[in-house]
């Protein structure tokens, strides 16, 4: 036995009927005509089949059409989540894509900057809430001709100005064959300077965790490795693109 409508609910249910009547007779002058509009006739239809699930779910008589309807809904809310979470998703990808492209670009910047105004290689970058850590190479490897011309005329020219440029700026280099690549930076404080110098003209941010070295068979101990942290990202971020190719 089903219970009585409420007062509410046959209120709600007269509005729909009423609307379903003037729903009905609009139609029908449609369906007397030469040309149906079966595009608007298809509107009235589907109004008043809605406002006929919702008398059924008022008075509480369940209906075929009340259960089709509430399915389809249902399906189309079930659409709905899956399409946002697919937008969640994609959304989230592009983000990712994002955030990749800009730490490669961060790599590049920094390990073209070591190259062309350091001693030439850089391994082990990573970003981290730290900032950004890496290795730079102590070995007299530059880019030499990114420092004088675009067009040396010979990498032994090159590579002796670059040592030449080296001793002018104050390095203290070994007296082994510059243009064989055998001279390299002595570890002393004086070169240690410089080099602190040399990376926090650009990463200001930039702070040398340590720096290891090893003797000669002279005796003499030169640098390997510079271990730094750059606290600051945006340092990295404004130096200059590697050149185009």
Known sequence: MTALPTPDQIATSQKLIKDCNLALATLLPLITKDNLDTEYAKTILELVEMNMAEISKQIGVPTEIQAE??????????????????????GESAQIDLTIQSVKLLEEKFHYWW?????????????????????????????????????????????????KYLVEQGFIVTDDDPQQNKSELVDCDKNRNLITELITKQLPSAHIISLTNFRKRSGVFVVRDIKIIVRDLRDIDALPPPATQ
């Open 69 to 90: 309807i509430e399915k389809r809904f249902a399906d189309i809310r079930a659409a709905n989540i899956r399409i946002g979470e697919l937008e969640r998703q994609i």
């Open 115 to 163: 190259r062309t105004k350091g001693f030439g290689h850089a391994s082990k970058f990573s970003i981290g809430g730290y900032g950004a850590k890496s290795t730079l190479s102590g070995h007299l490897y530059g880019n030499y001709s990114s420092q004088f011309s675009e067009t040396p005329v010979s990498d032994k020219e090159n590579t002796a100005r670059w040592f």
